[in-house]
């Protein structure tokens, strides 16, 4: 929310000066002043100095005092920063505070917490009837096998969800890793090498015509189950005769197409139009 409203500087600047002065209240006889006046010095050139990095706006008595602080001879005491350590409190409490509880991130706070509260109030609860010792042994072991089951539940559904997310990722992996790079360009398709295996080709009459033997060993099998292999192949010799029929009528009727076009190209060419003088 500060750095939303642009007042985290003053907020990062607060945390720096409390955790400053708790550290040399924690010292406990261990003191180092080199040390302590390194780390005063870090704060004051990021938000003091006419050069900071991060300049708050303090004055310039504020920043003489802080000055001093700094450079004592024994080194810089606790309370080096603690007047600008309240004024930065002081601030924030006046100024952003107020705002920030009646923003959305604020309430939307809220209502997480009142959520994880709810969850938590719904949780099965230890019964608070007295019993007798025997009875009150009794409800003890049951609630901590409810709970020790409701617990073992809970770990057995987070596994076999790892279980199936690990699966599902690794199937995905695995088939990213199969991919063929030219099936991601289009321009590589046509440039792909030949195969090296034809098992036919198109004639220009549009047929195709197969380069294997069909089915040699399935004709020869028919023929001998038959044992009428002379009306066998006198019928493969008609239809090898209609065939060859068939064929010199679709080139005598391609040859009459070509030159009845080319005949009209002819004329075309011959008697240009003419144009109105």
Known sequence: YMEQEGGSDLLQFWLATDNFQQHLLSCDGHYDGMQAQSDAMVIY????????????????????????????????????????????????????????????MYYKYLSELVSTV??????????????????????????????????????????????????????????EMNLDPCLLNPDLLWRRPSPGMSLG???????????????PVLDKAKANSTGNSGLFKKRKGKDKE???????????????????????GAMQNLDPPSHDS
């Open 45 to 104: 050139d990021k938000y003091f100095s006419l050069q900071a990095s991060h300049p708050l706006g303090f004055d310039d008595k504020t920043r003489f005092e802080v000055e001093g602080n700094i450079c004592r001879e024994e080194g810089p005491l606790p309370s080096c920063f603690a007047k600008t350590h309240h004024i930065a409190f002081r601030t924030i409490e006046k100024s952003y505070f107020p705002s920030f509880l009646q923003s959305e």
């Open 201 to 215: 080709k198109v004639d220009e009459l549009g047929r195709f015509v197969s380069e294997l033997d069909p089915q």
């Open 118 to 175: 709810t969850i938590a109030t719904d949780l099965p609860k230890q019964s608070k009837h007295k019993r007798q010792d025997s009875d009150a042994s009794s409800v003890h072991s049951t609630h901590s096998a409810g709970s020790e089951s409701i617990k073992n539940t809970l770990l057995a559904m987070d596994s076999s969800y790892l279980r199936r997310t690990a699966k599902t990722t690794s199937r995905l992996k695995e088939s």
């Open 242 to 264: 209609q065939e060859d029929m068939a064929l010199q009528i679709a080139q005598m009727i391609i040859s009459d197409v070509t030159s009845v076009t080319q005949a009209i």
